[in-house]
């Protein structure tokens, strides 16, 4: 995230002598905003404050600044201002007015579907001239990024192939007939692995190592989101050893009534929703348990320990994917 971290720290030099330019962080889900904007407020430790919205906020004194707030001010997870509903948008103008008056400069993360929809209707990026959208990691940091949890050669990568491939050079038994004799005898002849040798020189490349076999299915599965290539790591790990084999494919359809598909956009947009928001975003109490039991048992989400709803990592894609087609997200 150097490009990035350079590009906000050039909008921050700029304030410092006049120009102030907000700026909003854009990613879609797991894919490392909240991270970026800790190393922005380290950075800047004598001349930034943070706050972190953890849910929806309901009452306006949660975005009243305090007396010794400092000039720069880190606000995580902004697309918890406002509710998806009639009459939802009151923190949302409040906010707005806030970062309109203030001579402070602010510097915010979006969920990226919560952000194209508000920018639609409110026209955000009016408030925002300074917009940075995480890019997908490349393979390589995506490698880095997972195993820097790890000691040096504590994981141990290996593939179900290596013990059955038959050497280079092995021996096989001909049968020869000897007419004088009149029988047949088994004659030894060394032989060469024609096609294990072709296979080596068609592929130098078998210069691919294991783990580079691993990290090539990791980032093709996650297509470079971190957070995604991360747990399909988890999901192949068995610690030490993972093999290729175990990096699994999660790719899935998905049929859903319009009220699931709906509930499902929601946690998208805003990553982590409890049941009480859901309900009160949808308008009804009644069917809330019925489709969050449907989505559960589909795979589709997950319950954390704090008892919000998230989308599973693995089924990201998908999800997005089935979301953009209905129109749901864009």
């Known amino acids: 995230m150097r490009d990035e971290i350079g590009e906000i720290q050039a909008s921050i030099a700029d304030y410092e002598v006049g120009k102030k330019l907000n700026i909003a962080i854009i990613a879609g889900p797991l894919s490392g905003k909240t991270t970026l904007l800790g190393e922005i407020e380290r950075i800047n430790l004598s001349r930034a404050t943070g706050i972190t919205f953890s849910e929806i906020v309901r009452d306006k004194k949660e975005i009243s600044l305090p007396d010794d707030t400092k000039r720069i001010v880190l606000l995580d997870n902004c697309h918890f201002l406002y509710r998806k509903k009639t009459g939802g948008f009151d923190i ?84 020869l007939e000897l007419s004088s004799l009149g029988r047949k005898i088994l004659i030894p002849v060394p032989k060469i692995n024609i096609p294990y040798l072709k296979n080596r020189l068609l592929n130098k490349k078998e210069t691919q190592t294991i783990e580079d076999r691993v990290f090539e299915k990791i980032y093709l599965e996650s297509k470079g989101n971190p957070g995604v290539a991360r747990r399909l790591w988890e999901l192949g790990l068995d610690y030490p050893r993972i093999k290729p084999e175990n990096i699994g494919q999660f790719s899935s359809n998905i049929e859903l009534e319009y009220e699931e598909a709906f509930v499902l956009s929601l946690i998208l947009s805003y990553q982590t929703l409890k049941k009480a928001e859901i309900s009160d975003m949808i308008g009804s109490t009644l069917k809330v348990d019925e489709t969050i039991f449907r989505l559960l048992t589909q795979e589709l989400i997950f319950k954390d320990e704090a008892g919000f709803f998230r989308v599973r990592p693995e089924a990201l894609h998908s999800v997005v994917a089935y979301m953009k087609k209905l129109r749901l997200v864009w």
Do not use: C, H
Not at 98 to 112: K, V
Not at 124 to 139: A, G, M, N, S, T
Not at 147 to 157: Q, S, T
């Open 92 to 175: 949302f103008y409040e906010f707005l007015d806030m970062i309109s008056t203030q001579e402070r400069l602010f510097i915010t993360t979006w969920n990226l579907y919560s952000w194209r929809y508000l920018n639609e209707v409110f026209g955000l990026e009016k408030y925002f001239p300074v917009q940075v959208v995480i890019p997908d990691f490349e393979k390589e940091n995506l490698r880095f990024f997972i195993l820097k949890r790890y000691g040096k050669e504590e994981i141990k990568f290996y593939n179900d192939k290596e013990a059955k491939e038959e050497p280079f050079i092995y021996v096989a038994k001909y049968p």
